[in-house]
């Protein structure tokens, strides 16, 4: 008896003792109806993903929306306008309309250009989040952008900057308006500010660790004297005020109205210093948050209201970003500088330090 004899072989069993498919799966001998068709099949994936946009590609659309022109992005960002434009063209196709609105004045954003460039900034900033997110420790790199009031931009973040270089010299501070329409909250919401000085008030939205709170004050001519100051004075004379975009205008005109008062004469003037400069030509009073008085200029007086006006400042940020290492570190440079000037005076008192050094 030779090997193959002896063995055995099994014969396959009858057609009924096979088990059947499970739910779902095609009958055995029976081609998959789906075979062949785009979409998901039993037991596959896709068979091709949807084209998604490249980050190179939103970075294009961004800086030539943000510089006005292709040229122009070009020259901020030293890519040629020919590899700009075919990444704009690229996503143009990938969504099947224009986004921009190309023209001898440059390239504008249509209306869907507006809302994928809302998009476009989140999705670069969470691709550099990323990257941050693994920092721990030092050294740290990158950049962080600042939306600031002048007031704080002059008083509070000349010192904090100092140190912040100092202790992490790899990372950019980027300042921007915090005075734009909108404010500094828009500008983070927005993904255009990683984190903005602000009032503090009404942002349930937003991360917000208070920095101190920072008294409105009468400003007039030295003449008058440093009696205190009736409600009356506030409407009587010309009432000198930054522009109605301003925070401080629309805090200032909205303490008139709680007051029932309604001023004679406003004049909108652009800076804090022409404001004082006038006031102490007697061409007028205001109303200034005290940061934006130091150091008090001569020829004027600055006194207490009849009845308190404060605005508590505090640096917001978007809630899911506020752990970040560069902007946790940013906060507490930020928040030492602070203290270390209050006890140096003559800065408005930093706020109390809250139980959690963030709070919604």
């Known amino acids: 008896m030779n090997i193959t004899s002896a063995l055995r072989v099994r014969p396959p069993p009858p057609e009924r003792h096979r088990r059947g498919p499970g739910p779902g799966m095609p009958p055995i001998g029976k081609p998959d109806p789906g075979a062949g068709r785009p979409g998901l099949h039993w037991g596959m994936l896709p068979d091709r993903l949807p084209p998604l946009p490249t980050l190179a590609q939103l970075r294009a659309l961004l800086v030539v929306a943000e510089a006005g022109g292709f040229s122009e992005a070009a020259a901020r960002t030293g890519a040629s306008q020919s590899s700009l434009s075919e990444a704009v063209a690229k996503l143009e196709a990938l969504t099947g309309r224009p986004l921009l609105r190309r023209g001898r004045g ?24 990323a990257l941050h997110a693994a920092q721990e420790g030092e050294p740290l790199a990158g ?21 912040f270089r100092a202790r992490y010299p790899g990372v950019r501070v980027h300042l921007l308006d ?13 993904g255009q500010a990683d984190a903005a000085f602000v009032i503090g008030e009404h942002s349930p939205d937003l991360r917000l660790t208070p920095l ?14 440093a009696h205190p100051v009736a409600l009356f004075e506030l409407a009587q004379g010309p009432l000198l005020l930054p522009s109605g975009l301003n925070s401080c205008h629309r805090r200032v005109m909205a303490y008139l109205r709680r007051h029932g008062l309604q001023a004679e004469q ?55 970003r ?20 209050a006890a140096q005076g003559p800065l408005p008192a930093p706020a109390a330090a809250p139980a959690s050094p963030l709070l919604h």
Do not use: K, N
């Open 212 to 225: 101190m709170v920072d008294e409105y004050l009468f400003v007039a001519p030295a003449a008058r004297g």
């Open 143 to 163: 950049t962080v952008r600042v939306a600031s009031f002048r007031s704080t931009a002059t008083h509070l973040l000349p010192p904090a900057l100092a140190a």
């Open 322 to 341: 506020a752990g970040l290492p560069l902007l946790r570190a940013f906060s507490a440079t930020l928040l030492g500088t602070l203290h270390q000037l």
């Open 266 to 320: 406003i004049t909108e003037l652009g800076e804090d210093s022409v404001i004082l400069g006038m006031v102490a030509h007697s061409l007028g009073v205001s109303v200034m948050p005290r940061l934006a008085l130091t150091p008090l200029p001569g020829g004027v007086v600055a006194l207490p209201l009849p009845e308190p006006l404060a605005r508590p400042l505090a640096l917001a940020t978007l809630p899911h």
């Open 106 to 129: 440059g390239a504008v954003p249509t209306p869907a250009g507006e809302r994928l460039l809302t998009y476009a900034r989140l999705s670069l900033q969470a691709a550099e989040d």
């Open 178 to 190: 915090g005075e734009t329409e909108g404010g500094g909250e828009a500008l983070v919401r927005g």
